[in-house]
């Protein structure tokens, strides 16, 4: 770090994903799909999903409750909150104000920010920013996103991946040597046609049209993502490593997006890093997109697979095209 800045770790995570599950099984009634048919494409066998009350804001809050209680900080303290979601409880106010306001964070700024299924790590890195500088003292940063929402239930090639939930972590100064090294963020808004939701913004305003034409859903180009992902995740850990003076041979653990367990495996192979040093539970949770990192993160913590000294690398691509890397020492 410069003289200016100071090193700044993530000292409390938390997550929470709704109690109700839906299987494989579950979908074979409400689509032509097979259990065997989703494992072998997607490596999912059941996700989350939250009832119908239930807003990302109140999936996010949870999770920042624990995320505070673990670090051992009252929301009083905190300066700055940072939800990011692709699936934001309305387009306005921001669901991290909504959040701000219930968790009684009564001095901190909020403000959301959607960059897809790489959004926490977007969100760590700029909030780590505003506290290496000084500008801030303690920032919160929640993945969260209710996607059941906008899923197309009758399309079995989408409606088989996503899942509901949230993970968030506290940014505060830490001790030199440890914490948040290095990150990187990149984006190719050339590929943005491959995963968006059409309508509903500017360009494709919300008709009666649009809704019968079933524009309010996601739309995926599996394949190109998959060819996308596994050729940027490479490129993006080894970039954000050697910025730290790294190397992947020194990585004790990889947090990489939950999108599907073949990419994660396709990723494994291609970097030469052995499967045991990568973090993966989207069999119990799909993709839950902006929230699967911090989701993973605060699983590997709580199991105390990931230990203080540990070098841990968060990956993770998503829609925009956008994706990204941060390595830390925990």
Same mark, same amino acid.
């Given at each position: 770090m410069s003289a200016t800045t100071r090193p700044v770790g993530i000292t409390g995570v938390?997550?929470?994903?709704?109690?109700?599950?839906?299987?494989?099984?579950?979908?074979?009634r409400m689509v032509e799909t097979s259990d065997e048919? @989703?494992?072998t494409?997607?490596?999912? %066998?059941?996700?989350?999903?939250? &009832?119908?009350?239930?807003?990302?804001?109140?999936?996010a809050l949870s999770a920042a409750s624990q995320a505070l209680a673990n670090a051992r900080m009252e929301p009083e303290r905190l300066d700055l909150i940072v939800v990011a979601t692709v699936t934001p409880d309305a387009p306005f106010p921001?669901?991290?104000?909504?959040?701000?306001?219930?968790?009684?964070?009564?001095?901190?700024g909020a403000f959301d920010m959607e960059a897809g299924c790489t959004g926490f790590i977007y969100g760590v890195s700029l909030a780590s920013q505003a506290v290496a500088t000084g500008a801030c003292d303690a920032a919160l940063v929640i993945g969260a996103e209710v996607l059941t929402r906008v899923v197309d239930w009758t399309d079995r090639s989408t409606c088989i991946i996503p899942g509901d939930g949230a993970g968030a972590g506290v940014l505060q100064p830490t001790?030199?040597?440890?914490? @948040?090294?290095?990150?990187?963020?990149? %984006?190719?808004?050339?590929?943005? &046609?491959?995963?968006?939701?059409?309508a509903g913004g500017s360009?494709?305003?919300?008709?009666?049209?649009?809704v019968e034409r079933r524009l309010h859903y996601a739309c995926m180009d599996g394949n190109e993502i998959y060819r996308f992902a596994v050729r940027v995740v490479e490129e993006v850990a080894v970039e954000c490593l050697d910025k730290a003076g790294l190397t992947l041979a020194e990585v004790d653990l990889i947090i990489p997006h939950q999108a599907n367990l073949r990419i994660i495996e396709a990723c494994a192979k291609r970097m030469g890093i052995a499967q045991e040093k990568w973090v993966c539970n989207v069999d119990r949770y799909g993709n839950t997109?902006?929230?699967?990192?911090?989701?993973?993160l605060a699983e590997t913590v709580e199991s105390g697979r990931l230990t203080e000294g540990q070098l841990v690398l968060l990956v993770g691509f998503g829609a925009g095209l956008t994706y990204g890397a941060v390595a830390m020492r925990w």
């Amino acid at each position: 770090m410069s003289a200016t800045t100071r090193p700044v770790g993530i000292t409390g995570v938390g997550y929470f994903v709704p109690p109700r599950v839906l299987t494989n099984f579950d979908l074979e009634r409400m689509v032509e799909t097979s259990d065997e048919w @989703i494992r072998t494409r997607t490596g999912i %066998a059941e996700r989350r999903i939250a &009832d119908p009350d239930v807003a990302t804001s109140d999936l996010a809050l949870s999770a920042a409750s624990q995320a505070l209680a673990n670090a051992r900080m009252e929301p009083e303290r905190l300066d700055l909150i940072v939800v990011a979601t692709v699936t934001p409880d309305a387009p306005f106010p921001a669901t991290a104000c909504i959040v701000q306001d219930k968790l009684g964070a009564v001095r901190a700024g909020a403000f959301d920010m959607e960059a897809g299924c790489t959004g926490f790590i977007y969100g760590v890195s700029l909030a780590s920013q505003a506290v290496a500088t000084g500008a801030c003292d303690a920032a919160l940063v929640i993945g969260a996103e209710v996607l059941t929402r906008v899923v197309d239930w009758t399309d079995r090639s989408t409606c088989i991946i996503p899942g509901d939930g949230a993970g968030a972590g506290v940014l505060q100064p830490t001790e030199e040597g440890r914490g @948040i090294l290095s990150f990187v963020l990149r %984006a190719d808004g050339s590929g943005g &046609d491959l995963l968006k939701l059409p309508a509903g913004g500017s360009r494709i305003p919300t008709t009666r049209e649009t809704v019968e034409r079933r524009l309010h859903y996601a739309c995926m180009d599996g394949n190109e993502i998959y060819r996308f992902a596994v050729r940027v995740v490479e490129e993006v850990a080894v970039e954000c490593l050697d910025k730290a003076g790294l190397t992947l041979a020194e990585v004790d653990l990889i947090i990489p997006h939950q999108a599907n367990l073949r990419i994660i495996e396709a990723c494994a192979k291609r970097m030469g890093i052995a499967q045991e040093k990568w973090v993966c539970n989207v069999d119990r949770y799909g993709n839950t997109s902006a929230a699967s990192i911090p989701i993973a993160l605060a699983e590997t913590v709580e199991s105390g697979r990931l230990t203080e000294g540990q070098l841990v690398l968060l990956v993770g691509f998503g829609a925009g095209l956008t994706y990204g890397a941060v390595a830390m020492r925990w």
